[in-house]
């Protein structure tokens, strides 16, 4: 069985700039995480999809990044514009049906940004 | 607001020494509690993961406890090996929100 797939794995840009992160997750899950890991932290929830539903976006600051799931399978999240605040690592993660199952994640894209 | 703290940051042993993981959260409406390995460069990889009727669950070297009373659990590593080298995560799902809430780990290196 196929993992989590994630691309890019890492990304460097100038702040001002704008990112996109690609999702793949494991193939049949209904529920798809983004988090967002900062340096020597645990990973944080950004944005949590049901299928192709929003259920939780608490913690994504709306005001510059953004995250879709058109089909309900695969997903993206973008960043525009970046401040030097968002360098982290992104880690998306999939489980198969509700958010208390085992999550899997991805390798994850470290971005960094100058 | 639940919380999870893991102490210590980091841990140093040498090879074959028995080791143990903190874990404590504040908040014991939790639905289960997860451990999870990290190693550099790549994704979470879940080690274990407690129910909350659960006391403990072992795998291999590898035994989690969890006291959701006291909001504690500890991972416990026998026989340490070079290979178990990496960052450990303890992870809460909250009762109340379905939230899964990290700790900041614990990276651990185990030398030959």
């Known amino acids: 069985e196929a993992g989590v797939a994630q691309s890019p794995r890492y990304k460097i840009i100038e702040k001002r700039q704008s990112v996109a992160f690609w999702c793949n997750p494991i193939?049949?899950?209904?529920?798809l995480y983004w988090y967002q890991q900062i340096l020597g932290q645990g990973p944080k929830l950004l944005i949590q999809?049901?299928?192709?539903?929003?259920?939780?976006d608490s913690q994504l600051p709306k005001d510059r990044f953004s995250a879709e799931r058109l089909k309900g399978v695969d997903s993206t999240l973008k960043i525009q514009p970046a401040k030097l605040e968002d360098s982290a690592v992104y880690l998306c993660?999939?489980?198969?049906?509700?958010?208390?199952?085992?999550?899997?994640f991805g390798p994850g894209t470290r971005l960094t940004v100058l | 607001k639940q919380e999870v703290t893991q102490i210590p940051a980091a841990l140093s042993v040498p090879e074959g020494e028995n080791l143990v993981l903190n874990c404590s959260f504040t908040d014991s409406a939790i639905y289960n509690l997860q451990w999870f390995r990290q190693d550099p460069g790549k994704g979470l990889t879940s080690l274990l993961l407690?129910?909350?009727?659960?006391r403990e669950q072992t795998s291999g070297r590898l035994n989690a406890s969890l006291d959701k009373s006291s909001g504690r659990s500890t991972l416990y590593i026998a026989a340490s090996q070079p290979g178990d080298s990496a960052t450990y995560l303890c992870?809460?799902?909250?009762?109340?929100?379905?939230?899964?809430?990290f700790g900041q780990g614990t990276t651990l290196q185990v030398k030959p």
């Open positions: 992870a809460v799902i909250s009762s109340n929100t379905g939230k899964l809430i």
């Open positions: 193939s049949g899950h209904a529920t």
């Open positions: 999809f049901q299928n192709n539903g929003v259920v939780d």
């Open positions: 993660a999939s489980s198969p049906d509700r958010g208390t199952d085992t999550q899997y």
């Open positions: 407690i129910q909350s009727s659960q």
